[in-house]
């Protein structure tokens, strides 16, 4: 039921020109070229037959449509700008837009018509304009090898719809430009607050998945598509840009005013400078994750709060030097002068031996200065090294015996 009301929606909300202000021509060497056709009495080209910064292109789309796209080059551009035109307009008439475009901003250009306008075949629809925007992005792939890191859509009116489709599948992408765009067809028309079946373009649910920085261009007197739309999709924006509210502007003459390719100019100048650096950081900022440092003097091992065992002597996480040092065999602390330099037990070998519960016995001679002996750990011998009087000692003890 959705799809047919769609495409009821379709009729009343796309106008292409009638007849259309171009024709697609094939020239002797094989080449495409665009013809005006406002007088059928004389043809003239769009473009002169000698400049080559114009190709002229037919581009399948999946729903089987061949599409015209008019790529101008630039040989000093670093970008490239995907422009999506609004209703009741084709190639033909933005021609002399392109190429202002491609001189001031200093970009590559590339202009597409939808299904049904211009010298494109098929029938105009929202699902025919998103396969369409795909199709030329493909094109710019393979053809002229433009990566999406290097890519700017620009989408005007009706165009913000496809550009913003395509903006939410590119997460890599330099930035978006939306000209007087749209929140979503039927809010065009009327103030709703809800989402409808019959609804299309809802670009207010997709400009929230736009991962790169947006810029807005809306006229305040614009009597087609409210001042609003705009201020809503730039409040919504994920990384918006300054934007850019001409003061008396309408809806299809902001190109007129000086401040309009000023702010553009602005724009793509930022836009080159950009590095994926910066923009790492300008999302971490949004994200609010803290800032990793190389040295840290904080003694937590990770986010969950676990301590590290600090070191006995200097109180530090891990510390190799102290680590490396032998240990005291009474206390247990490393590099400890004061326990390692004590002397012994005198009745046994053993460190840190209590002297009342030591097992060994001891020489029961008060002159003895040993206690005991270290060689046989009897008393008995002991005595026989005192003075050579053993056999003494043992007749002594036979009588108090």
């Given at each position: 039921?959705?799809?047919?009301?769609?495409?009821?929606?379709?009729?009343?909300?796309?106008?292409?020109?009638?007849?259309?202000?171009?024709?697609?021509?094939?020239?002797?060497?094989?080449?495409?070229?665009?013809?005006?056709?406002?007088?059928?009495?004389?043809?003239?080209?769009?473009?002169?037959?000698?400049?080559?910064?114009?190709?002229?292109?037919?581009?399948?789309?999946?729903?089987?449509?061949?599409?015209?796209?008019?790529?101008?080059?630039?040989?000093?551009?670093?970008l490239?700008?995907?422009?999506?035109?609004?209703?009741?307009?084709?190639?033909?008439?933005?021609?002399?837009?392109?190429?202002?475009?491609?001189?001031?901003?200093?970009?590559?250009?590339?202009?597409?018509?939808?299904?049904?306008?211009?010298?494109?075949?098929?029938?105009?629809?929202?699902?025919?304009?998103?396969?369409?925007?795909?199709?030329?992005?493909?094109?710019?792939?393979?053809?002229?090898?433009?990566?999406?890191?290097?890519?700017?859509?620009?989408?005007?009116?009706?165009?913000?719809?496809?550009t913003?489709?395509l903006?939410?599948?590119?997460?890599?992408?330099?930035?978006?430009?939306?000209?007087?765009?749209?929140?979503?067809?039927?809010?065009?028309?009327c103030?709703?607050?809800f989402?409808?079946?019959?609804?299309?373009?809802?670009?207010?649910?997709?400009?929230?998945?736009?991962?790169?920085?947006?810029?807005?261009?809306?006229?305040?007197?614009?009597?087609?598509?409210?001042?609003?739309?705009?201020?809503?999709l730039?409040?919504?924006?994920?990384?918006?840009f300054?934007?850019?509210?001409?003061?008396?502007?309408?809806?299809?003459?902001?190109?007129?005013?000086?401040?309009?390719?000023?702010?553009?100019?602005?724009?793509?100048?930022?836009?080159?400078?950009?590095?994926?650096?910066?923009?790492?950081?300008?999302?971490?900022?949004?994200?609010?994750?803290?800032?990793?440092?190389?040295?840290?003097?904080?003694?937590?091992?990770?986010?969950?709060?676990?301590?590290?065992?600090?070191?006995?002597?200097?109180?530090?996480?891990?510390?190799?030097?102290?680590?490396?040092?032998?240990?005291?065999?009474?206390c247990?602390?490393?590099?400890?002068?004061?326990?390692?330099?004590?002397?012994?037990?005198?009745?046994?070998?053993?460190?840190?031996?209590?002297?009342?519960s030591?097992?060994?016995?001891?020489?029961?001679?008060?002159?003895?200065?040993?206690?005991?002996?270290?060689?046989?750990?009897?008393?008995?011998?002991?005595?026989?090294?005192?003075?050579?009087?053993?056999?003494?000692?043992?007749?002594?003890?036979?009588?108090?015996?």
């Amino acid at each position: 039921m959705g799809c047919v009301v769609s495409q009821l929606a379709a009729k009343f909300a796309f106008f292409p020109p009638s007849p259309p202000t171009y024709r697609i021509k094939k020239r002797d060497d094989g080449r495409l070229t665009a013809v005006s056709a406002s007088s059928a009495a004389a043809v003239a080209p769009i473009a002169s037959a000698d400049d080559d910064s114009l190709d002229v292109l037919l581009v399948d789309t999946r729903r089987g449509n061949k599409i015209v796209a008019f790529y101008l080059r630039n040989p000093y551009a670093r970008l490239t700008l995907l422009y999506s035109h609004g209703n009741a307009a084709d190639l033909g008439q933005l021609y002399d837009l392109f190429v202002q475009l491609k001189v001031n901003l200093r970009v590559n250009v590339m202009g597409y018509d939808y299904s049904g306008y211009g010298a494109s075949t098929g029938k105009p629809s929202e699902s025919n304009t998103y396969t369409d925007i795909e199709a030329v992005y493909n094109c710019l792939e393979t053809e002229y090898g433009v990566s999406q890191e290097n890519l700017i859509l620009y989408g005007q009116s009706v165009g913000s719809g496809p550009t913003l489709h395509l903006a939410a599948k590119l997460p890599r992408l330099r930035g978006v430009v939306l000209h007087s765009a749209i929140l979503s067809g039927l809010r065009v028309l009327c103030h709703v607050k809800f989402s409808f079946c019959c609804d299309i373009y809802k670009n207010i649910n997709k400009i929230r998945k736009v991962k790169c920085p947006v810029l807005v261009i809306h006229g305040t007197d614009d009597d087609v598509v409210n001042w609003l739309h705009g201020h809503g999709l730039w409040k919504m924006s994920r990384e918006p840009f300054d934007p850019l509210w001409i003061k008396g502007g309408g809806h299809c003459n902001l190109e007129l005013y000086t401040d309009y390719i000023r702010h553009l100019c602005r724009f793509v100048h930022e836009m080159e400078s950009i590095t994926t650096e910066i923009r790492l950081k300008k999302i971490r900022q949004t994200l609010h994750l803290p800032r990793r440092s190389s040295t840290s003097t904080s003694t937590k091992c990770c986010r969950i709060k676990f301590q590290r065992p600090k070191c006995a002597e200097c109180s530090l996480p891990s510390c190799a030097k102290c680590s490396c040092q032998p240990k005291c065999t009474r206390c247990w602390r490393p590099s400890c002068f004061k326990c390692f330099c004590k002397p012994k037990c005198l009745r046994c070998p053993r460190p840190s031996c209590p002297r009342l519960s030591c097992p060994q016995p001891s020489c029961p001679r008060p002159s003895c200065p040993r206690p005991s002996c270290v060689k046989c750990l009897s008393w008995v011998c002991c005595c026989c090294c005192c003075g050579g009087r053993g056999g003494e000692v043992n007749d002594n003890r036979s009588r108090e015996v």
